[in-house]
């Protein structure tokens, strides 16, 4: 990919594309690296939102609005998300007083 | 000037995102992460999607995140403390895997590519017709059964939090006594 884009005056779809992959695996990291669930939660919305970056730039790029109307069902549905998601964390810290992951280990063999 | 926003939107998107990651304490991660979605909600700017850039503001670094550190603050989460080299060596598998990844990303993007034939949307024509009508239109129009659906998604989601932070077992006057008993 040249970079002369920065100079003229359309930014190209691919610079959006990376940019959501690079946000995407940052998320994909975190969830991997880190062991507190409410941190793991947030790189997961992390991800989500790399995710609606790419889907709003094809929109802009394709000359079409579906993109955007999607991107609106998938906050949505991440808020519903959130909803349940922290109430299981809620659940989880009351029962086990932790939210670290590699503690809630009552199924481990 | 895009490009130059561009940039600096990006700046901010990468390294929020990465601090949200290094950060030990759970609430820095919190602020990090509503500097990364502020960031995406610029981006929508930028793509001709003003109504998607401020449900993106009101809706997560709004609501969502404030849900966020509600449950942070609920918890009394203090700084992650570290155990050693066990959870060392699973940070760099972590790492590692990441950057796999990432380099799958590259070859994958290295190949020939093209989008398809464009729609008879263009973002000027939006523009001028008003960028939240034209999705109001869509959404109460081809969109309006899964519009429906959300209502449904976001029922399920109320109805469910309520049950899973009630005790179980128990009706739901003795679960508010429940609470207040705890310590």
Known sequence: ?????????????????????????????GVLVRRNALVIF?????????????IVAFANKLHQTDGQVFVFFVMAVAAAEVGIGLALIVNVFRARQTVYVDEVNLLKG | MTPVFFLLFALMAVVGATMVVLQRNP???????????????????????????AVQVVVY??????????????LNLQKDVDDGLHHAARRLFGWLLGFLIAGQAVLLMRGAWAIGPRGKEPP???HALGNTQVIGIRLFGDYLWPFEVTSLVLLVGVVGAVVLSLRRGRGVDEAQEGIEEAP
Do not use: R
């Open chain 1, 42 to 54: 947030m790189c997961i919305e992390l991800m989500l939102n790399a995710a609606n970056l790419a």
């Open chain 2, 124 to 126: 000027e024509l939006v």
């Open chain 2, 61 to 74: 670094a709004g609501a969502i995140m404030v849900l966020f550190l509600f449950v942070i603050m609920l």
């Open chain 1, 1 to 29: 990919m040249s970079l002369s884009w920065v100079t003229q005056g359309d930014v190209p779809l691919e610079a959006y594309l990376v940019l959501s992959g690079i946000l995407f695996l940052i998320g994909v990291v």
């Open chain 2, 27 to 53: 609430i820095s991660s919190a602020l990090y992460l509503v500097l990364v979605f502020m960031s995406l909600g610029g981006f929508f700017v930028l793509l001709a999607a003003p109504f998607i850039a």
